[in-house]
C-alpha cells in the first residue's frame, strides 16, 4: 500500500505522496471537469456520434486521466447509482486509481436547460432559487440545501453546480429564475445558509462541495442577452454598482464554500481587465484569492477554449477578450490568471504542450493539481465514500417527506400580486388554461368554455423571444411583453369571465393590463396545479414577496441601468410586493 492509499495518514501527506507519484499527463487530466451522459439502465457511455460528446467515458477516464464530470440529463435514481459506481470502477482500474468527483447542475426544481439546469424528475421537487427567495427565509434554504445534499449523495453526485448568486438586476436577463433575486444582502443571507445545508459546518465525508457561481456577480450584462453567446458577452456597470454585485460572494466566501466558478461575461469600461472572468487575473487571483481570501478551487465556466458541437450546431469558444489567443494561449491566460479547472473542455494535451514548451511551470500545475486533490480525500472519494448503494439511493431520492417540504415549500413561494376574490369558496363551474384538469377538478366542476363557467383559472409563462440557434432556444432573452394578438386573446378571457392568473416569473414579466383585469393575479416561480389551487382556495398560505420589481413597459426596461437593483421606473409591482388572503 502506497502512502496515499492509506486512509489513517493525514490529509497533506497523502496528497503529497500521490502528487510525486502522477505523470504530467496524469496531472494534466485533473484540470479538466467536463461532461458526461450515461445510458438509461445505467451503463457508461461506450460510443458517440459526437453530437454533444466528443469522447466516450472509457476515453475521457482512462486515456486522458480526466477524474471530474458533471452529468447531463435526467435519469432514475437507482441508474445513477448504478452508473456512478461503474464510473467509479473504471476510475479505480487506472494505475493510480484515482476516484472521479462528479458534480451536477440544479436538479430540484422546474426549468430543463441542457446548459443550465434539469427539471426534478426522481428528485424532490422545489420551487425555484427565485422562490426560495420570495418567502425569505434562510431556515428554509438550509433545509432545501440540506435534502438536496442528502438526495445527491445517495447517488453519488459530491459537487454542486450552484449555489447562483448573481443579482438580478437587468430583467432582460435569461439566468434570473437561479438567483436569489435582487436584493443583495438577503442573497448573502441565503447563500450562507444554502452552503452550511451542502457542506455541513466543515467540508467531510457527508458532504457535498458547493461551486458558488457566478464571480464576481453576473447580472449586469449588456442588454439583458446571455454571454454563452457572442452577443452576449458585455458586461456592464452604468450604474457604478460593482461592489454591490460583489457582497453575496463575501458571504459565500465566510460561508465556507468549497469552490468558485468565474463567469463569462467581458468587463467593459472598468479599471479590470476587459477579457472574460476566467482570464482575469485582477478578478481571480487579485480579488476572489487576495482581497476575499477565497482558498478553495476556482474552476472558469463551462467552454472557454475550443469551439463546441452542441445539438448538431458549431459554438464558438466563450473565450471573450481573447478570442484570437490560440487555445494553448487561453489555457495559459487562464491558468496565470489563477484558475485551476477548465469547465466543460477535455484537451489535457495543450497543458502537457504548456508545460514542455516552459511556458506554464510544473510548481504551478502542481499548485492547482494539490488542491483538487485534497478535496477528493476531503470528501472520503479514496476511501468508504467511494461507492453508493443503488437500493438506498432509490429510497432516499424522492423519499416522501423530502417531496412534501418540496411541496410546502412551493406554497409558501406563491406571490399573491392582486387578490380579488381570494380565497374562492365552494365548487365553481371551472374553466382552465394550462392546469390540469383532473387536478383542478378536485376544486370545481370543469366546464369546457369561459362562458360556462363560474370562474376561469389561467396560467401563464413570462414571454420570451424565439432564438432560432437550437441551444440558445433554451436561454430565454429579449423582450419581457406578451406579443399583442397574445395579450388580446389573454384580455378578452378576463372580460369572458372572472380569472385568476398565475404567471411563471422566470424573469419579470412586463403586464400591467393583465394585472388591471385579472379577478386576481399570482405569481409562481415553480409550483404544481395543486399547490397553485390550494392557495386559490385557502387551503394553503402563500407567503411569497417578489424577488424583483415587475417593470411597466419595455420602454422602462430598456431606460433603466443593468447593475442598478429594481431602476425600472414607476414599476406595476414593486420589489417586497405580496399580499396576503
Known amino acids: 500500500m502506497h502512502p496515499y ?23 494534466a487530466g485533473q484540470l479538466f471537469h467536463s461532461m458526461l451522459m450515461m445510458n438509461a439502465d445505467g451503463t457508461p457511455v461506450t460510443e458517440t456520434d459526437g453530437s454533444m460528446l466528443p469522447f466516450t467515458t472509457p476515453e475521457l477516464v482512462e486515456d486522458r486521466h480526466l477524474s471530474h464530470f458533471n452529468l447531463l440529463g435526467t435519469y432514475g435514481a437507482r441508474e445513477m447509482a448504478l452508473w456512478h459506481n461503474a464510473v467509479q470502477e473504471m476510475a479505480e482500474n487506472t494505475r493510480l486509481g484515482i476516484p472521479v468527483s462528479l458534480s451536477t447542475d440544479p436538479r430540484h426544481a422546474f ?46 453526485f459530491r459537487t454542486a453546480l450552484h449555489p447562483q448568486i448573481d443579482l438580478a438586476t437587468e430583467p432582460r436577463w435569461a439566468r434570473q429564475s ?66 454591490h454585485h460583489l457582497e453575496p460572494f463575501r458571504a459565500a466566501v465566510a460561508a465556507g464554500c ?21 482570464f482575469n487575473k485582477g478578478v481571480v487571483t487579485g480579488l476572489l484569492r ?22 448538431g450546431e458549431t459554438h464558438e469558444a466563450r473565450a471573450w477578450g481573447v478570442e484570437h489567443l490560440s487555445v494553448a494561449e487561453r489555457a495559459a491566460k487562464a491558468l496565470d490568471a489563477g484558475s485551476d479547472q477548465f469547465g466543460g473542455e477535455q484537451c489535457p494535451e495543450v497543458v502537457v504542450e504548456l508545460v ?74 371551472l374553466y382552465v388554461e394550462n392546469v390540469d384538469p383532473q387536478v383542478a377538478a378536485a376544486y370545481g366542476d370543469i366546464v369546457a368554455a369561459p362562458a360556462e363557467a363560474d370562474l376561469a383559472v389561467l396560467r401563464l409563462r413570462t414571454p420570451y423571444e424565439e432564438r432560432p440557434n437550437r441551444f ?45 383585469r385579472a379577478a386576481a393575479l399570482i405569481a409562481d416561480y415553480g409550483a404544481g396545479d395543486d399547490a397553485l389551487l390550494d392557495v386559490a382556495f385557502g387551503r394553503a398560505t402563500a407567503e411569497g414577496r417578489l ?33 396576503a388572503i
Open 111 to 156: 426549468t430543463d436547460n441542457v446548459g443550465a439546469s434539469f427539471n426534478a424528475g426522481a428528485f424532490s421537487a422545489w420551487p425555484e432559487a427565485l422562490g426560495l427567495a420570495a418567502t425569505g427565509d434562510p431556515e428554509l434554504v438550509f433545509r432545501f440545501a440540506d435534502t438536496v445534499r442528502r438526495e445527491y449523495l445517495s447517488v453519488g
Open 178 to 243: 437561479g438567483t436569489f433575486g435582487s436584493d443583495a444582502e438577503l442573497t448573502g443571507e441565503l447563500v450562507q445558509a444554502y452552503v452550511r445545508g451542502l457542506q455541513g459546518e466543515e467540508l467531510g465525508l457527508d458532504s457535498v462541495a458547493a461551486m458558488v457561481k457566478h464571480f464576481p456577480g453576473g447580472g449586469p450584462q449588456k442588454d439583458g442577452e446571455d454571454p454563452h453567446f457572442p452577443h452576449g458577452k458585455e458586461q456592464i456597470y452604468p450604474g457604478g454598482m460593482r461592489e
Open 258 to 278: 468549497s469552490q468558485m466558478m468565474p463567469y463569462y461575461g467581458q468587463p467593459i469600461g472598468t479599471d479590470w481587465e476587459e477579457v472574460g472572468f476566467g
Open 472 to 516: 440558445e432556444a433554451f436561454f430565454h432573452s429579449g423582450s419581457l411583453a406578451f406579443e399583442e394578438a397574445e395579450l388580446a386573446r389573454i384580455l378578452s378571457l378576463l372580460d369572458t369571465v372572472p380569472t385568476v392568473v398565475c404567471v411563471n416569473l422566470e424573469r419579470p414579466a412586463v403586464l400591467p393590463e393583465i394585472a388591471e
Open 356 to 429: 514542455e514548451s516552459g511556458r506554464i511551470s510544473m510548481e504551478r500545475i502542481d499548485a492547482s493539481v494539490r488542491r483538487l486533490l485534497r478535496e477528493k480525500f476531503v470528501l472520503g472519494l479514496f476511501d468508504r465514500r467511494r461507492y453508493v448503494d443503488p437500493d438506498e439511493a432509490a429510497e432516499t431520492v424522492g423519499r416522501a417527506d423530502f417531496k412534501a417540504a418540496g411541496a410546502a415549500a412551493q406554497r409558501r413561494s406563491l406571490t399573491v400580486l392582486t387578490n380579488g376574490p381570494l380565497p374562492l369558496a365552494g365548487r365553481p363551474k
Open 5 to 27: 492509499q492509506d486512509a489513517t495518514r493525514p490529509v497533506a501527506e497523502r496528497v503529497e505522496d500521490l502528487l510525486s507519484r502522477m505523470t504530467l499527463e496524469e496531472k
Open 547 to 579: 424577488p424583483f420589481e415587475l417593470p411597466r413597459s419595455m420602454a422602462a426596461v430598456e431606460a433603466a441601468r443593468p447593475d442598478v437593483p429594481n431602476d425600472t421606473a414607476d414599476p406595476v409591482f414593486a420589489h417586497g410586493h405580496g399580499l
Open 290 to 311: 487576495e482581497e476575499l481570501g477565497f482558498t478553495g478551487i476556482v474552476c472558469t465556466d463551462w467552454g472557454l477554449l475550443t469551439d463546441a458541437v452542441i445539438f
